[in-house]
Protein backbone atom coordinates (compact mmCIF):
# COMPACT_ATOMS: atom_id res chain seq x y z
CA UNK A 1 0.00 0.00 0.00
CA UNK A 2 1.69 3.28 -1.17
CA UNK A 3 -0.50 5.66 0.87
CA UNK A 4 0.23 5.79 4.39
CA UNK A 5 3.33 4.14 4.63
CA UNK A 6 4.86 5.78 7.53
CA UNK A 7 1.63 4.95 9.93
CA UNK A 8 1.29 1.78 8.75
CA UNK A 9 4.68 0.93 9.64
CA UNK A 10 3.96 2.41 13.17
CA UNK A 11 0.73 0.17 13.64
CA UNK A 12 2.91 -2.96 12.56
CA UNK A 13 5.41 -2.25 15.34
CA UNK A 14 2.08 -1.67 18.51
CA UNK A 15 0.90 -5.36 16.57
CA UNK A 16 -2.39 -3.32 15.43
CA UNK A 17 -0.95 -4.23 11.21
CA UNK A 18 0.08 -7.78 10.59
CA UNK A 19 2.55 -7.21 7.99
CA UNK A 20 2.16 -7.95 4.56
CA UNK A 21 5.40 -10.81 5.10
CA UNK A 22 3.26 -13.01 7.38
CA UNK A 23 1.87 -15.14 5.15
CA UNK A 24 2.74 -18.38 6.74
CA UNK A 25 0.17 -20.07 9.33
CA UNK A 26 2.93 -19.44 12.15
CA UNK A 27 3.95 -16.17 11.21
CA UNK A 28 -0.04 -14.91 12.01
CA UNK A 29 0.00 -16.59 14.85
CA UNK A 30 3.44 -15.61 16.37
CA UNK A 31 1.87 -11.64 15.27
CA UNK A 32 -1.50 -12.42 16.47
CA UNK A 33 0.44 -13.58 20.18
CA UNK A 34 2.22 -10.19 19.82
CA UNK A 35 -0.43 -8.31 19.52
CA UNK A 36 -2.21 -9.94 22.66
CA UNK A 37 1.04 -9.11 24.39
CA UNK A 38 0.86 -6.01 23.88
CA UNK A 39 -2.89 -5.39 24.53
CA UNK A 40 -2.10 -7.34 27.87
CA UNK A 41 0.90 -5.21 29.08
CA UNK A 42 -0.57 -2.28 28.06
CA UNK A 43 -4.44 -2.87 30.08
CA UNK A 44 -1.84 -4.25 33.38
CA UNK A 45 -0.38 -0.91 33.25
CA UNK A 46 -3.48 1.35 32.72
CA UNK A 47 -5.65 -0.91 35.71
CA UNK A 48 -2.73 -0.67 38.03
CA UNK A 49 -2.82 2.85 37.57
CA UNK A 50 -6.50 3.23 37.94
CA UNK A 51 -6.19 1.31 41.34
CA UNK A 52 -3.85 3.42 42.29
CA UNK A 53 -5.94 6.51 42.08
CA UNK A 54 -8.63 5.05 43.71
CA UNK A 55 -7.34 3.37 46.60
CA UNK A 56 -4.47 5.68 47.52
CA UNK A 57 -4.54 9.08 46.30
CA UNK A 58 -5.70 11.63 48.95
CA UNK A 59 -4.18 14.85 48.22
CA UNK A 60 -4.48 16.97 45.44
CA UNK A 61 -0.47 16.40 44.73
CA UNK A 62 -1.04 12.92 44.82
CA UNK A 63 -3.89 13.15 42.22
CA UNK A 64 -1.87 15.07 39.60
CA UNK A 65 0.92 12.95 39.79
CA UNK A 66 -0.57 9.55 39.21
CA UNK A 67 -3.77 10.95 37.41
CA UNK A 68 -2.14 12.71 34.24
CA UNK A 69 -0.21 9.43 33.28
CA UNK A 70 -3.59 7.33 33.75
CA UNK A 71 -4.98 8.99 31.32
CA UNK A 72 -1.88 8.84 28.84
CA UNK A 73 -2.83 4.94 29.45
CA UNK A 74 -6.38 4.49 29.46
CA UNK A 75 -6.13 7.13 26.29
CA UNK A 76 -3.68 4.68 24.22
CA UNK A 77 -6.05 1.71 25.46
CA UNK A 78 -9.21 2.88 23.91
CA UNK A 79 -6.90 3.63 20.31
CA UNK A 80 -5.66 0.09 20.18
CA UNK A 81 -8.71 -1.22 20.87
CA UNK A 82 -9.93 1.26 18.13
CA UNK A 83 -7.58 0.53 15.54
CA UNK A 84 -7.64 -3.31 15.82
CA UNK A 85 -11.85 -3.14 15.89
CA UNK A 86 -11.21 -0.81 12.41
CA UNK A 87 -8.25 -2.56 10.92
CA UNK A 88 -11.01 -3.66 8.13
CA UNK A 89 -12.33 -0.18 7.41
CA UNK A 90 -8.85 1.34 7.76
CA UNK A 91 -8.13 -1.05 4.64
CA UNK A 92 -10.81 -0.24 2.87
CA UNK A 93 -10.40 3.84 3.43
CA UNK A 94 -6.69 3.87 1.92
CA UNK A 95 -7.47 1.76 -0.85
CA UNK A 96 -10.65 3.76 -2.12
CA UNK A 97 -8.02 6.30 -2.52
CA UNK A 98 -5.89 4.48 -4.86
CA UNK A 99 -9.29 3.66 -6.76
CA UNK A 100 -11.69 5.62 -8.91
CA UNK A 101 -13.00 8.72 -8.31
CA UNK A 102 -10.05 9.02 -6.08
CA UNK A 103 -7.12 7.60 -8.27
CA UNK A 104 -5.50 10.37 -10.52
CA UNK A 105 -5.87 10.26 -13.65
CA UNK A 106 -3.02 12.16 -15.16
CA UNK A 107 0.19 13.36 -14.29
CA UNK A 108 -0.64 16.58 -12.73
CA UNK A 109 -3.48 14.88 -10.65
CA UNK A 110 -0.71 12.21 -9.71
CA UNK A 111 1.53 15.45 -8.69
CA UNK A 112 -1.16 16.66 -6.37
CA UNK A 113 -1.64 13.84 -4.61
CA UNK A 114 2.12 13.38 -3.99
CA UNK A 115 2.22 17.27 -2.97
CA UNK A 116 0.05 16.62 -0.02
CA UNK A 117 1.81 13.30 1.15
CA UNK A 118 5.25 14.61 0.95
CA UNK A 119 6.05 18.58 0.29
CA UNK A 120 3.19 19.62 2.57
CA UNK A 121 4.73 17.38 5.15
CA UNK A 122 2.54 14.65 6.52
CA UNK A 123 5.85 12.26 5.98
CA UNK A 124 7.98 14.47 7.25
CA UNK A 125 5.42 15.46 10.57
CA UNK A 126 5.09 11.76 10.84
CA UNK A 127 8.50 11.58 11.27
CA UNK A 128 9.33 14.58 13.44
CA UNK A 129 6.25 13.85 15.27
CA UNK A 130 7.07 10.51 16.18
CA UNK A 131 10.85 11.51 17.33
CA UNK A 132 9.22 13.96 19.13
CA UNK A 133 7.34 11.87 21.40
CA UNK A 134 9.89 9.03 21.63
CA UNK A 135 12.47 11.35 22.63
CA UNK A 136 10.50 12.88 25.37
CA UNK A 137 9.62 9.35 26.74
CA UNK A 138 13.41 8.35 26.37
CA UNK A 139 14.33 11.42 28.55
CA UNK A 140 11.57 10.19 31.24
CA UNK A 141 12.88 6.41 30.84
CA UNK A 142 16.75 8.24 31.71
CA UNK A 143 15.36 10.54 34.12
CA UNK A 144 13.34 7.60 36.19
CA UNK A 145 16.71 5.18 36.09
CA UNK A 146 18.61 7.44 37.51
CA UNK A 147 16.76 9.04 40.23
CA UNK A 148 13.91 5.98 40.50
CA UNK A 149 15.76 2.78 40.05
CA UNK A 150 18.80 3.95 42.45
CA UNK A 151 16.20 4.39 45.22
CA UNK A 152 14.06 0.80 44.51
CA UNK A 153 11.27 3.45 43.29
CA UNK A 154 8.54 2.44 40.57
CA UNK A 155 8.60 5.15 37.86
CA UNK A 156 4.80 5.54 38.35
CA UNK A 157 3.09 5.28 41.04
CA UNK A 158 0.97 2.07 40.83
CA UNK A 159 -1.15 -0.59 43.05
CA UNK A 160 -0.33 -4.03 42.60
CA UNK A 161 -1.14 -7.35 44.71
CA UNK A 162 2.08 -8.49 45.55
CA UNK A 163 5.08 -6.53 47.34
CA UNK A 164 7.14 -4.82 44.51
CA UNK A 165 9.60 -3.64 46.92
CA UNK A 166 11.06 -7.12 46.79
CA UNK A 167 14.04 -7.24 44.31
CA UNK A 168 12.62 -9.66 41.54
CA UNK A 169 9.44 -8.34 41.89
CA UNK A 170 10.33 -4.77 41.46
CA UNK A 171 12.95 -5.63 38.51
CA UNK A 172 10.06 -7.40 36.83
CA UNK A 173 7.38 -4.34 37.57
CA UNK A 174 9.86 -1.58 36.58
CA UNK A 175 10.82 -3.09 33.51
CA UNK A 176 6.52 -3.98 32.93
CA UNK A 177 6.20 0.26 33.36
CA UNK A 178 9.32 1.58 30.98
CA UNK A 179 7.62 -1.33 28.29
CA UNK A 180 4.31 0.05 29.04
CA UNK A 181 5.71 3.62 28.55
CA UNK A 182 6.77 2.83 25.61
CA UNK A 183 4.05 1.52 24.21
CA UNK A 184 1.45 3.55 25.01
CA UNK A 185 3.26 6.71 23.29
CA UNK A 186 3.54 4.46 19.86
CA UNK A 187 -0.31 3.50 20.24
CA UNK A 188 -1.30 7.36 20.39
CA UNK A 189 1.43 8.23 17.63
CA UNK A 190 0.21 5.36 15.23
CA UNK A 191 -3.74 6.68 15.56
CA UNK A 192 -2.59 10.10 15.67
CA UNK A 193 -0.96 9.56 11.98
CA UNK A 194 -3.41 7.34 10.59
CA UNK A 195 -6.41 9.40 11.56
CA UNK A 196 -4.97 12.76 10.25
CA UNK A 197 -3.38 11.12 7.33
CA UNK A 198 -6.85 9.95 6.31
CA UNK A 199 -8.07 13.37 6.51
CA UNK A 200 -4.90 14.64 4.83
CA UNK A 201 -5.64 12.47 1.58
CA UNK A 202 -8.96 14.00 1.64
CA UNK A 203 -7.76 17.04 1.41
CA UNK A 204 -5.68 15.80 -1.78
CA UNK A 205 -8.77 14.66 -3.15
CA UNK A 206 -10.53 18.11 -3.12
CA UNK A 207 -7.67 19.82 -4.58
CA UNK A 208 -8.00 16.97 -7.54
CA UNK A 209 -11.68 17.73 -7.41
CA UNK A 210 -10.53 21.36 -8.23
CA UNK A 211 -8.33 20.95 -10.52
CA UNK A 212 -11.07 18.59 -12.49
CA UNK A 213 -13.35 21.33 -11.81
CA UNK A 214 -11.07 23.79 -13.98
CA UNK A 215 -10.78 21.30 -16.34
CA UNK A 216 -14.28 20.44 -17.24
CA UNK A 217 -14.44 23.85 -19.53
CA UNK A 218 -11.99 22.68 -21.75
CA UNK A 219 -13.23 18.84 -22.82
CA UNK A 220 -15.36 19.18 -25.88
CA UNK A 221 -18.10 16.71 -23.60
CA UNK A 222 -17.99 17.63 -20.26
CA UNK A 223 -18.87 14.95 -18.14
CA UNK A 224 -20.23 17.27 -15.32
CA UNK A 225 -22.18 13.91 -13.98
CA UNK A 226 -18.31 12.74 -12.99
CA UNK A 227 -17.45 15.91 -11.15
CA UNK A 228 -20.83 15.43 -9.07
CA UNK A 229 -20.40 11.52 -8.00
CA UNK A 230 -16.98 12.79 -6.93
CA UNK A 231 -17.47 15.66 -4.92
CA UNK A 232 -20.82 13.47 -3.19
CA UNK A 233 -18.43 10.66 -2.89
CA UNK A 234 -16.18 12.68 -1.07
CA UNK A 235 -18.65 13.78 1.69
CA UNK A 236 -19.61 10.07 1.77
CA UNK A 237 -16.13 9.14 2.74
CA UNK A 238 -15.13 11.82 5.04
CA UNK A 239 -18.58 10.73 7.39
CA UNK A 240 -17.16 7.29 7.26
CA UNK A 241 -14.05 7.95 9.02
CA UNK A 242 -15.52 10.64 11.22
CA UNK A 243 -18.38 7.43 12.06
CA UNK A 244 -15.21 5.00 12.28
CA UNK A 245 -13.41 7.39 15.00
CA UNK A 246 -15.46 9.82 17.01
CA UNK A 247 -15.13 7.90 19.91
CA UNK A 248 -11.43 7.96 19.65
CA UNK A 249 -11.02 11.65 18.55
CA UNK A 250 -14.10 12.61 21.28
CA UNK A 251 -11.81 11.12 24.03
CA UNK A 252 -8.67 12.67 22.88
CA UNK A 253 -10.21 15.89 23.35
CA UNK A 254 -11.25 15.62 26.98
CA UNK A 255 -8.03 13.47 27.91
CA UNK A 256 -5.63 16.15 26.42
CA UNK A 257 -7.53 18.32 28.26
CA UNK A 258 -7.60 16.89 31.61
CA UNK A 259 -3.34 16.49 31.29
CA UNK A 260 -2.53 19.84 29.84
CA UNK A 261 -3.91 21.11 33.13
CA UNK A 262 -2.46 18.32 35.10
CA UNK A 263 0.63 19.15 33.71
CA UNK A 264 0.26 23.23 34.39
CA UNK A 265 -0.14 22.37 38.28
CA UNK A 266 2.86 20.11 37.86
CA UNK A 267 5.15 22.29 36.47
CA UNK A 268 4.08 25.59 38.81
CA UNK A 269 5.09 23.03 42.08
CA UNK A 270 8.22 21.60 40.04
CA UNK A 271 11.57 23.24 40.72
CA UNK A 272 12.49 25.23 37.62
CA UNK A 273 16.41 23.58 37.43
CA UNK A 274 15.16 20.00 37.90
CA UNK A 275 14.83 16.71 35.54
CA UNK A 276 11.05 17.09 36.66
CA UNK A 277 10.87 20.28 35.18
CA UNK A 278 12.04 19.04 32.02
CA UNK A 279 10.37 15.86 31.97
CA UNK A 280 7.03 17.65 31.96
CA UNK A 281 7.91 20.78 29.86
CA UNK A 282 8.74 17.90 27.04
CA UNK A 283 5.20 15.84 27.94
CA UNK A 284 3.54 19.47 27.72
CA UNK A 285 5.26 20.07 24.32
CA UNK A 286 3.73 16.38 23.05
CA UNK A 287 0.30 17.00 24.53
CA UNK A 288 0.06 20.47 23.02
CA UNK A 289 1.26 18.69 19.28
CA UNK A 290 -1.22 16.03 19.83
CA UNK A 291 -3.89 18.45 20.15
CA UNK A 292 -2.57 21.08 17.20
CA UNK A 293 -2.19 17.71 14.99
CA UNK A 294 -6.09 17.21 15.14
CA UNK A 295 -6.85 20.28 14.82
CA UNK A 296 -4.43 21.85 12.17
CA UNK A 297 -5.67 19.02 9.51
CA UNK A 298 -9.12 19.43 10.49
CA UNK A 299 -9.01 23.28 9.94
CA UNK A 300 -7.03 22.19 6.93
CA UNK A 301 -10.02 20.14 5.59
CA UNK A 302 -13.05 22.42 6.21
CA UNK A 303 -10.87 24.76 4.36
CA UNK A 304 -10.30 23.15 1.36
CA UNK A 305 -14.22 21.58 1.09
CA UNK A 306 -15.13 25.54 1.64
CA UNK A 307 -12.70 26.52 -1.50
CA UNK A 308 -14.54 24.41 -3.75
CA UNK A 309 -17.00 27.31 -4.03
CA UNK A 310 -14.13 29.60 -5.10
CA UNK A 311 -12.88 26.92 -7.55
CA UNK A 312 -16.51 26.86 -9.79
CA UNK A 313 -17.15 30.62 -9.72
CA UNK A 314 -13.17 31.17 -10.93
CA UNK A 315 -14.10 29.30 -13.80
CA UNK A 316 -15.70 30.04 -16.88
CA UNK A 317 -18.57 28.10 -16.10
CA UNK A 318 -20.77 30.19 -18.82
CA UNK A 319 -19.49 28.29 -21.61
CA UNK A 320 -21.54 24.96 -20.37
CA UNK A 321 -24.87 24.34 -21.19
CA UNK A 322 -27.65 24.94 -18.52
CA UNK A 323 -27.77 21.42 -17.24
CA UNK A 324 -24.07 21.72 -16.54
CA UNK A 325 -25.02 24.78 -14.76
CA UNK A 326 -27.09 23.57 -12.71
CA UNK A 327 -24.98 20.70 -11.34
CA UNK A 328 -22.18 23.20 -10.49
CA UNK A 329 -25.02 25.54 -8.47
CA UNK A 330 -25.77 22.23 -6.55
CA UNK A 331 -22.10 21.14 -5.85
CA UNK A 332 -21.68 25.23 -4.97
CA UNK A 333 -24.80 24.63 -2.93
CA UNK A 334 -23.34 21.39 -0.63
CA UNK A 335 -19.89 22.90 -0.68
CA UNK A 336 -20.86 25.82 1.33
CA UNK A 337 -21.41 23.37 4.23
CA UNK A 338 -17.91 21.84 5.20
CA UNK A 339 -17.05 18.57 5.98
CA UNK A 340 -15.59 19.22 9.31
CA UNK A 341 -14.01 17.18 11.93
CA UNK A 342 -16.38 17.47 15.16
CA UNK A 343 -16.01 15.88 18.43
CA UNK A 344 -19.30 14.40 19.73
CA UNK A 345 -20.84 16.20 16.71
CA UNK A 346 -21.01 19.33 18.87
CA UNK A 347 -17.31 20.53 19.08
CA UNK A 348 -15.75 21.39 15.70
CA UNK A 349 -11.27 20.39 15.70
CA UNK A 350 -9.85 23.67 14.51
CA UNK A 351 -7.16 26.32 15.25
CA UNK A 352 -10.05 27.82 17.36
CA UNK A 353 -10.43 24.66 19.49
CA UNK A 354 -6.41 24.70 20.59
CA UNK A 355 -7.22 28.31 21.93
CA UNK A 356 -10.33 26.79 24.14
CA UNK A 357 -8.28 23.95 25.28
CA UNK A 358 -5.68 25.73 26.55
CA UNK A 359 -8.09 28.44 28.13
CA UNK A 360 -10.31 25.28 29.48
CA UNK A 361 -7.32 23.55 31.02
CA UNK A 362 -5.83 27.01 32.64
CA UNK A 363 -9.34 27.11 34.55
CA UNK A 364 -8.91 23.66 35.61
CA UNK A 365 -5.21 24.33 36.58
CA UNK A 366 -6.31 27.73 38.55
CA UNK A 367 -9.12 25.30 40.44
CA UNK A 368 -6.62 22.97 41.69
CA UNK A 369 -4.34 25.32 42.94
CA UNK A 370 -7.18 26.94 44.87
CA UNK A 371 -8.17 23.59 46.15
CA UNK A 372 -4.42 22.87 47.48
CA UNK A 373 -4.17 26.33 48.99
Known amino acids: MSILQPAFKILTICGCWMPVSCRAVYA?????????????LLYVFCISQLLNVILNVRMVDELSDSFYMFIASFLACC????????????????????????????????????????SIGYRSITIWYTIVVEFTVLCMILCS????????????????????????YYYV???HQIVALIGTSLVNVACDVIVCG??????SQLEILKHRLKGIVEETKPDIGRIVRFHDYLYGYASTVLQKFKEVIGIQLLSSTLVVCFIFYELANAPLMSSRFLQFVLYLICMMTQIFFYCWYGDQLKVKSVEVVDAIFEMDWLC???????????????AIIPIELTCAYIFTMSLKTVVSILKMSYSTYNLLQRTNA
Not at 198 to 203: A, R, S
Open 28 to 40: KALYNLYTTLVLF
Open 145 to 168: FVTDFANRKLTYRAWLPFNYSLPN
Open 79 to 118: KIVALLINRKAIRTLSKKLEEEPCKPTNVQELVIQRQFDQ
Open 320 to 334: LDISSRKSLLNIARR
Open 198 to 203: LFVHMC
Open 173 to 175: TYF
